[in-house]
């Protein structure tokens, strides 16, 4: 009986996505300034602290106890241009708070925007799918569209970073799921 409760719990938790097992519930993106650190041995060179970073942080939830492995792909839209990049996530334990990050730098938002002004309006929209073994298991976007809104759109690939790819790679090890090394 109990195993049955639990099993109807779950199938309620994760019955509206693709697969049972996976699903996003919240996409956000901030505007963020780049981590200073203090260190000895070497000159420090302090960062522009005007100079923001996008942050996409995707949350989801599991079902299996734990996921061998877990791809992300992230697509956003900023200045009509579309930026593309995915990370894979190993070792995902079950659970309603698991968490994806991507950034894209200053240098890259700054050739998108030309001589715009980059403002969180500025990020027209950010969809995030979970794919496992080739299938997407679920997608989400930030912005209430179409589903696939971006497959029509040219992509560029290369300025949307994994964690471990950015200066906040040493930050947060406990709030994000693990990175597979390339």
């Not at 060179?45 to 599991?62: H, I, K």
């Amino acid at each position: 009986m109990i195993a049955l409760v639990s099993f109807l719990g779950d199938a309620a938790l994760f019955g509206q996505t693709r697969g049972a097992d996976f699903q996003l519930t919240k996409i956000t993106k901030n505007l963020v300034s780049t981590p200073e650190f203090t260190y000895t041995g070497a000159q420090q060179y302090p960062s522009n602290q005007r100079d923001r970073w996008l942050e996409v942080e995707a949350e989801f939830a599991a079902a299996p106890e734990f996921t061998a492995e877990l791809t992300f792909k992230y697509f956003i839209l900023v200045n009509g241009k579309l930026l593309t990049g995915e990370v894979t996530h190993v070792n995902i334990a079950a659970g309603r708070e698991n968490r994806s990050v991507m950034y894209v730098s200053p240098r890259a938002l700054a050739r998108f925007m030309g001589k715009a002004a980059l403002t969180p309006n500025s990020i027209q929209n950010v969809a995030v799918q979970i794919v496992q073994q080739g299938a997407i298991k679920d997608e989400m976007s930030f912005a209430r569209t179409p589903g696939q809104w971006y497959a029509a759109l040219p992509a560029l690939s290369g300025f949307v970073l994994n964690k471990n790819e950015t200066p906040f790679a040493p930050l947060y090890w406990d709030r994000y799921e693990q990175i597979k090394p390339r």
